[in-house]
Nanobody, 113 residues
Framework: VQVVQSGGGLAQPGGSLHLTCAASGSSIFSGLPMGWYRQAPDKSREWVAIHSTGSHYADSVKGRFAIFRDGAKNAINLTMNRLRPDDTAVYYC?????????WGQGTQVTVSS
């Protein structure tokens, strides 16, 4: 199983960025949990959002971030709106298959004026 991320970059406070995550290497991704964690400098990894039977978000991003799942492409997109400096982190995509997590390579998101 491979998980490949793209997107991210630099945004000003209040701006938007977009992340994409695509999984490959299996034919049974449909319906499996996929989502995002993030890790800011000198902080532990923090859960951000997940899509399984529905979409669920951490309180810190609820109302600002949104997941869209493209089942045909085994991919999820994360749209991040009204970004804040404390959203700055490396974002990691994952897919959960039974008890195992498969991770993307990580994508830097920086929010700064």
């Amino acid at each position: 199983v491979q998980v490949v991320q793209s997107g991210g970059g630099l945004a000003q406070p209040g701006g938007s960025l977009h992340l994409t995550c695509a999984a490959s290497g299996s034919s049974i991704f449909s319906g499996l949990p996929m989502g995002w964690y993030r890790q800011a400098p000198d902080k532990s990894r923090e859960w951000v959002a997940i899509h399984s039977t529905g979409s669920h978000y951490a309180d810190s991003v609820k109302g600002r971030f949104a997941i869209f799942r493209d089942g045909a492409k085994n991919a999820i997109n994360l749209t991040m709106n009204r970004l804040r400096p404390d959203d700055t982190a490396v974002y990691y995509c994952f897919i959960q298959i039974t008890s195992r997590y498969f991770w993307g390579q990580g994508t830097q998101v920086t929010v700064s004026s």
